[in-house]
């Protein structure tokens, strides 16, 4: 009786230590994408018409596993990634000794997509700690674009053929730097900054369709 209580009570203790360095944080993280070239160009019987894009709302939701080290920790990071756009871009460009010719083009982009890469941090504190990820990415995406009619001054005919959306499969990589408070034990914010290098190829496109640059986010996590 006496030795199986004693076995009962290491092995709570032993379980009670694993589950102490098995520590993993879920987060949800909202920003914007900040386009490394926010430029766009439609090609048409010769004239090469340029737009601009705004940003883009982003977010990601996961996981952040540490799977060891003190101070110093390491683990890996998991989760998904959605993005969208909705919204007209204005095609323009000086043809025929200056006249202009502008087109408006109505967009309709939906990104979805995973990432996993390696995981670090340093904890100044319970309260404070500094992490960096990277890895790769992969995305799905689909876009759907409408050429209006050619708008403004024009001696030039401009044709912008409309077609059905497009779906585009990519790959790239990614890495970010985030710093998080933690106001509890349970709960912690932060922000976060994600730089992404993928490319997205969309060939039956009015126009291209640009998607590289840098997340700026806010992220909030719970302690698991």
């Known amino acids: 009786m006496t030795f199986r209580l004693a076995l009962l009570v290491t092995s709570c203790l032993l379980v009670s230590q694993l589950q102490a360095q ?4 879920m987060f949800l993280q909202a920003g914007k994408l900040q386009l490394k070239d926010d430029n766009s160009t439609i090609v048409s019987d010769g004239t090469t018409l340029s737009g601009e894009f705004d940003d ?3 977010f990601a939701a996961g996981v952040q596993k540490v799977l060891g080290g ?6 890996y990071e998991g989760g998904g990634i959605i993005s969208w756009q909705n919204d007209s871009v204005s095609y323009a460009a000086r043809v025929n000794g200056g006249t202009q010719v502008a087109v408006k083009v109505d967009n309709e ?4 997509g995973t990432m996993l890469g390696g995981y670090g941090d340093i904890r100044f504190s319970d309260h404070v700690r500094l992490f960096a990820s990277a890895g790769p990415m992969v ?3 689909s876009l759907d674009q409408e050429g209006d009619d050619p708008v ?3 001696s030039s005919s ?7 959306r497009d779906f585009s499969f990519g790959y790239g990589a990614y890495g970010s730097v985030g710093l998080i408070i933690s106001p509890s034990p349970k709960a912690e914010f932060g922000i976060v900054v994600r730089e992404q290098d993928v490319e997205l190829d969309f060939s039956d ?3 291209d369709y640009p998607y590289d640059g840098t997340q700026y986010l806010l992220s909030f996590g719970y302690r698991m």
Do not use: C, I, K, W
């Open 70 to 75: 003190d101070r110093f920790r390491y683990g």
């Open 158 to 164: 401009v044709v912008v053929n409309t077609d059905e």
């Open 22 to 25: 098995d520590t993993q944080y």
């Open 152 to 154: 403004g001054l024009s």
């Open 109 to 112: 982009l939906f990104v979805f």
């Open 56 to 58: 883009l709302p982003f």
């Open 205 to 207: 496109a009015v126009a």
């Open 139 to 141: 995305l799905m995406a």
